[in-house]
């Protein structure tokens, strides 16, 4: 990690005044020109938005630009601990490049460079190898507080429910204050990140045993109660790496990475062909090479980052067991035994870092939507020999991340509904969960709620037409001519 020397004290606020001086210059955020609207005597919102992580912040922002200014972000977590980044995400830094703008919203002012540079100087970013997790994290803050993002922590959604055709109702509670409120949506957006649609995926036969001995790599784990342990990994991705690296560092007397396959992977095929072509394109492909392209990245799988996985492996009780499938989990005594094609191997605790699912189930506040909802496996047969079920259960979305139905006209509101999270990437690409493309994803799901916006109110909006009265022209730019002109005629005459 490169030594920071932080600029002079008025480096961020020379920053956020040049934010301002861009926005000045481009007319951003335009006018409001969306018309209240009330129900029950409350005013609703144009867009209530779960979640204010990354995503969330993001899709805030992209309607704000568009002159959508009655929308809310509600957010479970404390301030400053929305999403992943210093929480269940314990990787020392991001593996995305430094310089990706992710939700910049093409504005040079917004980066994370420039928010690091105000701070700490060119020199300090040339010297910067990649972003630490922590840090991101404090730029997500800055990001909300700069462009006033409306943002209310401890707050739950626990139901939701049409009203109608055309209207959302969401029930929350508010944690800080004990509350139940109910709050109305012409649109609401799931910002809710990697398990947004489910929970962490874990074995069936994990279930049996008693959950002092194990946990998902997402869940909220105790890692000094580990200090003196032996721990068992369960997969060889980023977050696997990441747990386990954390496990040693506390203390951990020795962590085994259970791999399943003979090698690990070690191309990021996605990222080797990102461009703009993938980014605005993939959305444009058939269901058949849209469902290619992600199962054959799924199958090749994603390597761990090589910091990470050396994080690991610097360490004489991180181990790698290569070609050693789980078969089974069992408890003995005050141990659980890890049962595998390769034999049995006893631990003190295991942490299961195998990916998340759909599951919707799991999502109280899509109870009363699950049922309509539209997923791949209801539309689309894959080729033999393509059979992927992590790709079914995806949901098939339309063209601005709007949930569809299963059945055409059982539950009309379901398109109100946008799936701005991570399963969202059969159908629009990885605009939605990853960093990099972040900004076309939220200009995306922003432009269709405008236009959305826009043909639901057109009676208003036709009648503010014709009530238009302002003139340009005052009627004392000219004179009528009209005399002039017979006189010419009676001389062409003549």
């Known amino acids: 990690m490169t030594v920071q020397n932080p600029q002079p004290a008025n480096g961020l606020a020379n920053l956020e005044k040049r934010l301002a001086e861009d926005l000045s210059l481009l007319e951003l955020p335009p006018k409001d020109w969306v018309p209240a609207t009330e129900y029950d005597g409350r005013r609703v919102y ?3 938005v779960i979640g204010a992580g990354m995503c969330g912040l993001v899709a805030a922002a992209s309607l704000k630009m568009l002159g959508i200014f009655n929308v809310i972000c509600l957010d479970r977590a404390p301030e400053g601990l929305e999403g992943p980044w210093i929480t269940y995400a314990r990787m020392e830094t991001l593996r995305s490049p430094k310089q990706l703008t992710g939700p910049a919203l093409g504005l040079p002012a917004l980066t994370f460079r420039a928010w690091y540079v105000a701070q700490f100087g060119a020199e300090a970013w040339e010297a910067l190898g990649k972003i630490p997790k922590d840090q991101w994290m404090e730029y997500l803050v800055w990001y909300r507080k700069v462009l006033a993002l409306p943002v209310r922590n401890l707050v739950t959604v626990t139901d939701m429910a049409p009203v109608g055709e055309n209207l959302i109702a969401l029930d929350a509670t508010d944690k800080a204050s004990g509350r139940e409120e109910r709050i109305y949506a012409r649109h609401v957006i799931l910002a809710t990140g990697r398990d947004g649609l489910g929970c962490g995926y874990v074995p069936e036969f994990a279930k049996d045993v008693d959950r002092r001995f194990w946990a998902h790599s997402a869940d909220d784990i105790d890692f000094a109660a580990l200090k003196g342990k032996r721990v068992a990994v369960i997969g060889a991705g980023a977050s696997a790496m990441d747990n386990a690296a954390t496990a040693l560092e506390a203390g951990a007397d020795g962590v085994d990475m259970i791999i399943r396959r003979k090698e690990m992977p070690r191309v990021n095929k996605f990222t080797g062909i990102s ?3 993938v980014v605005q394109g993939f959305a444009g492909l058939s269901d058949d090479w849209k469902w290619k392209f992600m199962d054959y990245v799924l199958g090749a799988q994603t390597p761990p ?4 996985t050396l ?12 070609d050693t499938a789980v078969r089974g989990l069992r408890q003995s005594g005050d141990r659980v035994v890890v049962e595998t094609n390769r034999g049995a ?7 299961f870092a195998t990916g998340f699912r759909v599951d919707l189930d799991r999502r109280p506040e899509l109870k009363n939507f699950a049922p309509f909802i539209r997923f791949w496996q209801d539309i689309f047969t894959p080729a033999e020999g393509m059979e992927n079920g992590e790709l079914a259960t995806s949901p098939y979305l339309g063209p601005d991340f709007e949930f ?9 509101a379901l398109r109100l509904v946008h799936c701005f999270n991570y399963p969202a990437s059969l159908s629009h690409g990885k605009l939605s969960g990853d960093i990099p ?10 432009r269709g709620i405008a236009r959305s916006l826009f ?11 014709m009530a238009y009265e302002t003139p340009e022209l005052l009627g004392d730019e000219w004179t009528d001519s009209a005399a002039t002109l017979d006189e010419l005629r009676k001389g062409a005459a003549e």
Do not use: M, N, W
């Open 46 to 48: 144009d867009a209530v």
């Open 275 to 277: 461009s703009q072509g």
């Open 305 to 308: 980052p090589r910091d990470s």
């Open 311 to 322: 994080r690991v492996s610097r360490h004489p009780g991180g181990r790698f067991f290569l």
């Open 345 to 351: 191997l006893e631990y003190d605790f295991v942490i």
């Open 404 to 412: 569809l139905e299963k059945v055409p006209g059982t539950c009309p």
């Open 437 to 446: 493309a972040v900004s076309d994803g939220g200009r995306r799901l922003a």
């Open 455 to 465: 043909v639901a109110d057109r009676e208003h909006h036709f009648a503010s037409l």
